[in-house]
């Protein structure tokens, strides 16, 4: 599998763990280490995995509610076992403009950390 594969199967997983509300998947997607940090309504959010899992956990899933999936990968940057992505994705009503650093380990890419900005809203 190239790097550029194992990075978009990781991010697809991401993408899923919201979409899906689904912890297992957060987990999944992200090194147990990384963070989760952005501005949402004016106010510094910073969340753990856990803490990141749990929320998507608590929130309808889109899926099963027959929203729209929203996910389009702009860009795709790999140096060595390391990368950066940047995605752009709809979650609870808003768009969403996520840079994702990811670390190459035992062979799988993982999310190590994210930061997010909100675009607005979705639609």
Known sequence: MSDETGI??????????????S????????????KVTGYMNGSLAQMSVPEFADFVAGQP???ANGEPARLDVLSID???????????DDYLG?????????????????????????EGPSG
């Open 8 to 21: 978009r199967e990781a991010i697809q997983t991401y993408f899923d763990c919201m979409y899906e509300s």
């Open 23 to 34: 912890a297992d998947k957060a987990h999944a997607a992200f090194h147990p280490e990384a």
């Open 61 to 63: 899933s889109a899926k």
């Open 78 to 88: 790999v140096a060595g076992d390391t990368a950066v992505a940047r995605v752009r």
């Open 94 to 118: 808003l768009t969403f403009l996520d840079t994702l650093s990811f670390l190459k380990r035992d062979g799988q890419w993982r999310i190590y950390n994210k930061l997010f900005h909100v």
